[in-house]
């Protein structure tokens, strides 16, 4: 069978907080797929933390990069114009879902400018169907350089942000036009169900994101060694865990922090007299060190759609600890595989940890209910295998396959 040639999109990409698109681009490449990766802006030095990260950075098509070429944008352009209905239809889109305001109009048109140049790219290179990752600004240039190339395009929606301003993003209109979403839990697809008009609901179809369980290997930490790894902004509720920590009285208690962002300085500030290194932003085999060396994660979030990281943690063998949110009890079940606290309680985060490292052998079996989890439902293989085989389908003009698609054979 003949895979259809797919790009993927993002704002940008590799990150070092995004390796699950890089994992089921690896995944979709494993497969037999092509696929042509495309980032809006060039990846931020900052993020090229691996081998794996700097890899991708070199072969990605990088549009901002290439819209800086005159020449390259007006080629781009006078090509859709010789089509002049598609062009006409694909600005027309570009106005009616711009954001209100003089702004919004502004950048809605200069993402139909890079959407020329993209589209341009993705027909040279033979492409037959464009996805996205994160459908907001970068989702509306797949959105308008499918409607000029005539390119067929879908999207993965996460949250929670997204869902904060669903009519400013148009996640109806992009629902709509799109040949599928994959959504990455049911509380994501419940969440696009509220925007979107009811006769698109059958294509929208549950991707988990996953983890390959074979680079994990099951930790046999036995202390009181705790980790967080994620972005260090407001979100994550990083305060609340130092705050936790302060009450906890357990011997050689430490926290590992991998991660940065933002609130860095601030949270060093909180944690001067605590037990608690900040180590910045990780390779993926790095973490996967770490984490083989942890006795419980942490991830205290106020929003989440379903943390790559907990599959991470559970893949290892490691009980986790965090918050009862969005698609995170899609993953987490409470006393089995973690803890689940509600967000933004201190007191209980404290009480599910200290409880967590009292005694290793109940932690041992949470760990190993958590990594037979990961491994059934939360496999990146099979999750591509499962995405795959929609491209191949909807390419196909099938009827919508069902909400939790089969794995082909």
């Known amino acids: 069978m003949t895979l259809p040639k797919l790009a993927y999109l993002t704002g940008e990409y590799p990150r070092a907080s995004d390796t699950f698109i890089q994992r089921e681009v690896a995944a979709l490449r494993g497969l037999g797929h092509e696929v ?42 006078l090509r859709w114009m010789r089509q002049p209905g598609r062009y006409l239809k694909a600005l027309a889109l570009a106005w009616k ?39 907001k600004a970068s989702c509306t240039v797949a959105m ?40 990455i839990s049911d509380y994501a697809r419940s969440q ?39 972005r260090l902004a407001a979100v994550k509720g990083v305060p609340v865990l130092l705050d936790a920590l302060r009450g906890l009285d357990h011997p050689g208690l430490h926290l590992t922090v991998i991660g940065d962002g933002p609130d860095r300085a601030a949270l060093e500030e909180q944690a001067k007299a605590l037990s608690v290194s900040f180590v910045g932003y990780k390779s993926q085999d790095e973490v996967a060190g770490a984490l083989s060396k942890t006795d419980v994660f942490v991830l205290p979030s106020f929003a989440e759609g379903v943390p790559v990281v907990l599959m ?8 986790v600890v965090t918050t009862r949110i969005a698609g995170v009890p899609e993953l987490v079940a409470d006393g089995l595989t973690g803890h689940l606290v509600p967000p933004g309680d201190t007191v209980a985060l404290r009480r599910a940890i200290a409880e967590a490292l009292k005694d290793a052998r109940p932690r041992r079996a949470m760990g190993a209910t ?15 295998a499962r995405l795959s085989g929609l491209f191949v389908s909807y390419t196909k003009g099938n009827p919508p396959p069902p909400k939790r698609p089969e794995v082909p054979q």
């Open 312 to 319: 991470e943690a559970m893949a290892s063998g490691v009980p």
């Open 97 to 135: 879902t711009a954001p209100k305001g003089i702004k919004g109009r502004l950048f809605n048109l200069i993402y139909f400018l890079e959407a020329g140049v993209l589209a341009d790219k993705l027909a040279e290179d033979g492409v037959q169907h464009l996805h996205n990752h994160i459908a």
């Open 192 to 230: 696009l169900m509220c925007f979107a008009d009811q006769a698109h609901w059958d294509r929208f179809h549950i991707i988990h994101c996953g983890v390959d369980p074979d680079r994990y290997t099951a930790s046999t930490h036995e202390g009181a060694e705790l980790l967080f790894v994620g």
């Open 370 to 384: 958590g990594a037979a989890v990961v491994r059934a439902d939360f496999n990146i293989a099979i999750e591509a």
């Open 36 to 77: 042509l990766t495309c980032s809006i802006r060039t990846t931020g030095a900052e993020h090229l933390v691996g081998p794996e990260q700097r890899a991708e950075h070199a072969r990605t098509f990088k549009v901002l990069q290439a819209c800086k070429s005159p020449l390259r944008l007006a080629r781009a352009h």
């Open 144 to 183: 308008l350089a499918s409607e000029l190339s005539g390119i067929p395009y879908s999207f993965t929606i996460h949250g929670p942000d997204i869902f904060f301003e669903p009519q400013h993003w148009r996640i109806d209109e992009k629902a709509a036009r799109a040949a599928f979403v994959a959504c």
